[in-house]
């Protein structure tokens, strides 16, 4: 018996025939793979002899690459399949919730599909010729879903968010769906097309922002991680089971109102990713509605913290400290509608409670002269909460306004020199 000369003697032969295998399996291409299924079998199985196939193929690689044709055949179609399940997302004014149903109908429809294993194993064992089609198909797939995706945050006055990119939303997306509906034939107590929906949803609403937005990646993933643990009415840091509860009911909360909408998401749910009982979850907040103020405040007061200390030193910091709470509530417009419900209906809180508008209150007593001129008598508080109010609400009735124009609006009504003796604060 001879051997190869590079192959070390010393190694004991059942290792040398295992790396021998490997290595041939490594080696296959879509011939190969025809080629050891056997045409013989193939004609058995078609109900003709083995000369027909070669009459109709010419050989085993005409065969093979018929094979491939097919497979990675009809990208057009399928193409135009899923630009027409984003389309569905395009002409939604419910984002989150028509995203649901796209990624749940986009699972079932490739977890149906009988040659998505033969795509996944052409690809692996197919040789260049496989790992060449696989990649046509695919970028065949993404030339037509880019142009639907660009319709897509256009139609919602959204953008993608630094440092992705179209091509690489539409690659994460891609690879999510992909391993999940592999995934799914293997272990589906693992994922199905609810965890699948919910995954890819929550992939899309942190992947793209509303315009206007400055923050990238890395700052929506320090706010979804930054909880810090200190009494709402004080500020000063505290410790406990209790406060400990209370974090994680408020991160629960943003976590599902980010995925599946305030008015989508129930008090029993929240307490379930919390980890507590709805009852625990009462001790806490007496609704739903006091649980997303108290998370407005908490995650407003934290985003203008951090822009405080990250940005330069505004020329007008109470027109920049207006800005920045719109630029804020413009992408938590869910829990924005309760704590402005909140601000009208019952006026000013107790000290300590509200940071935002005290902060707001602060910086209006020191706006100088031009402010203080509009001022008129009215309290530097009463002035921030009025402020507030109109501030919100204009962006509410109408999200897509630039920041700019809300905050000229806000205050040419309550900051704007005024002839003597008008008085009142217009709205």
């Known amino acids: 018996m001879t051997s190869d000369p590079a192959t070390p003697q010393h190694e004991p032969l059942r290792e040398r025939i295992l790396a021998a295998t490997l290595a041939a399996l490594l080696d296959l291409d879509t011939p190969a793979l025809v080629s050891?299924?056997?045409?013989?079998?193939?004609?058995?199985?078609?109900?003709?002899?083995?000369?027909?196939?070669?009459?109709?193929?010419?050989?085993?690689?005409g065969l093979a690459e018929a094979v491939l044709d097919h497979v990675f055949g009809g990208v057009e179609a399928r193409a135009e399949e899923v630009a027409a399940g984003i389309l569905s997302v395009v002409r939604s004014q419910l984002p989150v919730q028509a995203a649901l149903s796209l990624h749940t109908a986009?699972?079932?429809?490739?977890?149906?599909?009988?040659?998505?294993?033969l795509r996944m194993g052409l690809w692996a064992f197919g040789g260049q010729q496989g790992a060449d089609r696989y990649h046509a198909y695919l970028r065949g797939v993404d030339d037509q879903a880019r142009l639907v995706l660009e319709a897509l945050v256009?139609?919602?006055g959204r953008e993608v968010r630094p440092p992705f990119d179209v091509d690489t939303v539409l690659a994460a997306h891609t690879a999510l769906v992909n391993g999940h509906c592999i995934r799914a034939g293997m272990a589906p107590d693992l994922i199905d097309a609810r965890r699948h929906a919910l995954a890819a949803t929550a992939l899309s609403m942190t992947i793209l922002r509303v315009r206007g937005d400055s923050r990238d990646m890395d700052d929506r993933l320090a706010e979804v991680n930054y909880y810090p643990l200190e009494n709402a009415r004080t500020g000063a840091p505290v410790t406990?089971?209790?406060?400990?509860?209370?974090?994680?009911?408020?991160?629960?909360?943003?976590e599902l109102f980010a995925?599946?909408?305030?008015?989508?998401?129930?008090?029993?749910?929240i307490a379930r990713v919390a980890g507590v009982g709805t009852s625990t979850l009462h001790q806490h907040f007496a609704t739903k509605q006091r649980l997303a103020i108290a998370l407005f405040r908490k995650q407003a007061e934290d985003a203008l913290l951090r822009a405080r200390r990250t940005d330069a030193a505004p020329s007008d910091p109470l027109r920049a400290h207006l800005g920045a709470i719109v630029d804020f509530a413009r992408t938590h417009l869910d829990i924005t509608e309760p704590y402005l419900a909140d601000l009208a209906c019952h006026g000013p809180v107790a000290p300590g409670e509200d940071l935002v508008r005290e902060r707001l209150a602060d910086l209006v007593a020191t706006a100088g002269p031009s402010a203080a001129a509009a001022a008129d008598g009215v309290p530097s508080l009463d002035r921030a909460h009025l402020a507030l109010v109109v501030l919100l609400t204009q962006l509410l009735g109408a999200p897509a306004t630039p920041t700019e124009a809300i905050v000229e609006q806000v205050w040419s009504a309550f900051f704007a020199d005024r002839p003597a003796g008008t008085g009142q604060v217009s709205v």
């Open 154 to 156: 256009e139609h919602w």
């Open 259 to 269: 995925v599946r909408g305030f008015d989508d998401t129930s008090i029993a749910q």
């Open 240 to 254: 406990g089971r209790a406060e400990t509860t209370r974090a994680r009911l408020l991160a629960a909360a943003a």
């Open 36 to 61: 050891a299924v056997g045409l013989r079998e193939i004609a058995r199985r078609a109900g003709a002899s083995p000369a027909s196939v070669v009459y109709h193929f010419g050989s085993v690689e």
């Open 106 to 117: 986009e699972f079932q429809r490739i977890t149906g599909d009988p040659e998505l294993s």
